[in-house]
């Protein structure tokens, strides 16, 4: 049995220490929000943070964990639902678009936002450079970001 | 139940969900009747030739037949629905047309079929190859061709809008003994102004639906839009912003196992041998599998199974692939070039006589280009979770075609079809490579070999090296000048490719004299749809050969194609909208250029303008100016999200897409091989949309791309004088 914290409650599960995050979080906790997308820690699309660190989940044995931990997207809103400063300017700039990225790019744009609230448009491509985006929605991720830090938003009509 | 009427059928609905049906069936000659008998086959919840319906508490819920794949067609669709019936977009609900097609027969395909409507052929495979009509994508609830918001939008959802509404007035007409001429509908109410009664669409429903279906509901003209044409959010953005939105492999299932798989390398190969020893004793694991074309490993979860997966040994049937390799396969392509000498091949398009054209011309200008194969990588390996049990087969993905799904699971498990159930979700990406059926047929097949549902995950590995590609392609020109350095012919021969057939013409270009062949090259990979199909290959090598006639007559990419577009006013207003967005005239700094490329693709015409910096050892693509007219954009800010998302995959393409076969296997298996663009190679992007025709809309999800290439190379040219004739950029040497 290994002990984890996740989004703030203890949980128990039963699997191979070697087991990446990914998979227990997915399988084990059936959360999910996290996403596999390549399994080598090349695209960050299983992106949670330990400890307030963003990692690849898909790459980090869950023995990592122990007495650590982990947020994955299901836990930045707060208790009633409201979104974070982060989610909101993501949904204000109508970031996603399939969406299967999404949950990596908040979880990295979150950790970038939390070491530098105020980040250069270079500090944010260097951050988010690990978060590949298929469908391409990089244009309005730098935008939410910079909304997020504080700059006015183009908000849509809803 | 005994046979249902139209009446009983709507009757039904009501009874069901205090609800108002408008039938898909929104056309004169009222086809209810013959459709009812056959929905009422699969009981009350089968409404999918039902596209609205009005509940108790005044909520409009439109039924979209196309699925989500990130185009925000759930949103656009249901905007244009409820424009029309003057629905409160507050209480607007949209629900997915389950998979279903009881309705969906030649007879009823025709009653449909809209005269002169085009239909991308890349569907026309799909759809059985036995009708091509807009029915049949809507009926088959095929999603692709950019084809939702210009077909099913304009033709089907705005007409069941607006024929709800109608039905609603003269309900209301009916109760408060009024003229229906003197009804107005706002805001999901209908209202009287002259009594200054009002009340809700809801406290009608049940009296519209007893009103005959109008034959020819009147749809309203621009002016009066309230919804359509604004950016409005999109409803599905929330839930794909605090994970709780659900993509196919986020299926699950009580006792649900999982499968990791892998087939042989080269496509087409059988696994001969398979040698398990290792991966048997490994924990979790449940069942080892040889399917014949592929192996799988079936665990308690998907890690374990990929683990024994890896210790597995197999070997391989040989096949005629094996020995290929990607320089073999040009050179084949440059030899049944040659042998089509001027005149073999397939005239796909011809006028004038270019042969005696390009003998006068004053100055010849010949050029041929090359494209690799292309992967889809969307970002959701490709995956499927099937449950077959005694009579009963479930399946859940996330498809652009969930009936073809359903019929492929009911075909793999030889279960009734009417015993087939298919679930879609999200798609992580689509872009063509979730039309084809593999991974659904695949994961049926391995859960009738076991016994309980079971989820097949494709590795990233399987998901590059097992996909339908982009093909890869060559193509020759030939163009004439004359002395004015006008020009006046313009051949071209090229590898065969799929579809749209118009892809590789340039009706819009002013050239008297040219011919247009193709010849066939088989080859053993698996051709698929990729975004934008064969205008992804064609727009960079036509845009490409213009500038490169441009300048052999000493022109201007920009005025020259001002000369070839001379007399269509649609075509040059786009046109010069990107030159002027990009400030064409003004002077860049050293080592960066300009480039320009027009490419009218699935109803929209869009110039594109590339800014490029060639002062590193690698171009740096800074910000690309897109002028589009797709008639009329329904939503501004998605259709604009459409543009960046296309550049961004066009771009991907451009700076370093390349799928190669060595040995006839694919080479590349992971995003270190096979890169996609990152945000720190994304460009700025500028978006002009110009409404250009209201009538006759075009399509977003596609036509961004086409352009985007032949811009960035013509850029590259106008900063180096360099010219770039095949892709990716990657291969190129620009020290
Ligand atoms: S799935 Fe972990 S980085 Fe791609
Ligand atoms: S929104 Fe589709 S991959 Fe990023």
Redesign the interface.
Same mark, same amino acid.
């Given at each position: 049995m290994i002990t984890l914290n996740v989004n703030g409650q203890a949980k128990e599960v039963d699997v191979d220490p070697a087991t990446p995050i990914l998979w227990v979080v997915r399988e084990n906790l059936k959360m999910t929000g996290t996403k596999f997308g390549c399994g080598v820690a090349l695209c960050g699309a299983c992106t949670v943070h330990l400890d307030g660190k963003p990692i690849r989940s898909c790459s980090t044995p869950v023995s990592e964990a122990d007495g650590k931990s982990i947020t994955t997207i299901e836990g930045l809103a707060a208790e009633d639902g409201t979104f974070s400063k982060v989610q909101q300017a993501w949904v204000d700039e109508q970031v996603a678009q399939c969406g299967y990225c999404q949950s990596g790019q908040i979880m990295t744009a979150t950790a970038l936002l939390k070491n530098n609230p105020n980040p250069s448009d270079e500090q944010i491509d260097t951050a988010m450079a690990g978060n590949i985006c298929r469908c391409g929605t990089y244009v309005r991720i730098r935008k939410a970001i910079k909304v997020a830090a504080g700059a006015p938003s183009e908000t849509q009509e809803a | 139940m005994g046979k249902w009427t139209r009446r009983a059928f709507i009757g039904a609905g009501v009874a069901a969900g205090g609800a108002l049906v408008v039938g898909i069936a929104v056309r004169p000659g009222n086809p209810i009747d013959r459709l009812s008998p056959l929905v009422a086959k699969g009981k009350g919840e089968q409404l999918i030739n039902a596209w609205v319906k009005i509940d108790a508490d005044n909520i409009v819920t439109a039924i979209v037949p196309h699925v989500e794949?990130?185009? @925000?067609i759930f949103t656009s669709l249901a905007q244009m629905l409820a424009d029309e019936l003057d629905a409160d977009w507050s209480k607007v609900r949209i629900l997915e047309a389950p998979a279903d097609d009881k309705y969906v027969s030649h007879d009823i395909v025709r009653e449909f079929a809209a005269p002169n409507l085009e239909v991308p052929a890349i569907l026309e495979p799909t759809a059985s190859g036995s009708f091509l009509s807009l029915a049949t994508v809507m009926t088959l609830q095929i999603t692709g061709g950019s084809f939702s918001i210009r077909g099913t939008g304009q033709r089907a959802m705005r007409t069941a809008g607006a024929a709800a509404r109608e039905m609603l007035v003269a309900a209301a007409a009916k109760e408060w003994n009024v003229r229906a001429a003197e009804l107005r509908t706002e805001n999901s109410m209908v209202l009287h102004d002259k009594s200054s009664k009002s009340a809700t669409f809801a406290s009608f429903a049940t009296a519209a639906a007893e009103q005959s279906l109008p034959a020819k509901p009147k749809l309203k003209s621009p002016k009066d839009y309230k919804l359509m044409g604004?950016?409005?959010?999109?409803t599905?953005?929330? =839930?794909?912003?605090? @994970?709780?939105?659900?993509?196919g492999?986020?299926a699950?299932l009580p006792g649900m196992k999982?499968a990791a798989v892998k087939a042989p390398p080269v496509v087409g190969a059988a696994v001969e041998t398979m040698d398990a020893t290792t991966a048997k004793t490994m924990?979790g694991v449940l069942q080892i599998l040889n399917m014949g074309d592929f192996v799988a490993v079936v665990a308690d979860?998907?890690?374990?199974a =990929?683990q024994a997966l890896a210790t597995i040994d197999t070997t391989y049937s040989k096949t005629d692939g094996d020995g290929l390799d990607q320089d073999a396969l040009f050179a084949r392509y440059a030899k049944m070039l040659d042998e089509a000498g001027d005149s073999d091949g397939d005239v796909e398009a011809e006028e004038g006589d270019v042969g005696e054209a390009f003998a006068n011309a004053a100055t010849k200008v010949e050029a041929e280009y090359k494209v690799p194969f292309l992967a889809h990588?969307?970002? =959701?390996?490709m995956n499927c979770t099937a449950w077959v049990r005694e009579g009963k087969c479930d399946v859940w993905s996330g498809t652009q075609m969930p009936l073809m799904a359903r019929k492929a699971a009911a075909e793999t498990s030889g279960i009734d079809y009417d015993n087939v159930t298919y679930h879609n979700a999200? %798609?992580?990406?689509?872009?063509g490579r979730r039309a084809e059926m593999d991974m659904i047929i695949m994961a049926t097949r391995i859960a009738k070999a076991t016994q309980y549902p079971v989820k097949m995950?494709w590795?990233?590995e399987e998901d590059t090296m097992q996909d339908h590609y982009r093909p890869s392609a060559t193509s020759r020109f030939q163009g004439g000048l004359d002395k004015d350095g006008k020009a006046v012919s313009w051949s071209n021969i090229h590898t065969h490719l799929f579809d749209p057939q118009e892809a590789p013409t340039v009706p819009y270009y002013n050239i008297a004299n040219h011919k247009i062949r193709k010849i066939d090259v088989p080859t053993h990979l698996r051709f698929g749809p990729w975004r934008s199909v064969d205008h992804s290959q064609h727009g960079f090598f036509i845009e490409s050969f213009v500038d490169e006639m441009a300048q052999a007559a000493g022109k201007d990419g920009y005025a020259f194609r001002r000369e070839l577009l001379a007399g269509s006013p649609r075509h040059l207003k786009v046109l010069d909208t990107a030159a002027k967005m990009s400030g064409w005239d003004k002077p860049l700094p050293e080592g960066h250029g300009r480039g320009i490329a027009f490419v009218p693709s699935f109803g929209t015409i869009i110039a594109e303008v590339a800014e490029v910096d060639m002062t590193g050892k690698k171009p740096k693509v800074k910000k690309i100016f897109v002028a589009a007219d797709p008639g009329f954009a329904v939503n501004p800010?998605g259709f604009a999200?459409q543009m =960046?998302?296309?550049?961004?995959?066009g771009l991907t393409a451009t700076l370093f897409g390349e799928i190669s076969v060595k040995d006839g296997a694919v080479q590349q298996s992971?995003?270190?091989d096979y890169p996609? %663009?990152?945000?720190?190679e994304?460009p700025?992007?500028a978006v002009e949309i110009i409404n250009g025709d209201h009538k006759r809309l075009g399509g977003a999800g596609e036509p961004g791309l086409p352009p985007l290439a032949p811009a960035v190379t013509n850029a590259i040219f106008a900063a180096t004088g360099k010219r770039v004739r095949e892709l990716p950029l990657s291969k190129v040497d620009f020290a």
């Open positions: - | 794949m990130g185009q @925000g604004k950016p409005i959010a999109r599905d953005i929330p =839930e794909k912003t605090d @994970g709780s939105a659900i993509f492999i986020d699950d999982y924990p979860g998907y890690w374990q =990929e990588a969307t970002m =959701e390996p999200y %798609l992580g990406g689509g872009f995950i590795s990233r800010d999200a =960046e998302s296309s550049i961004a995959y992971n995003f270190h996609i %663009l990152r945000i720190n994304m700025d992007v």
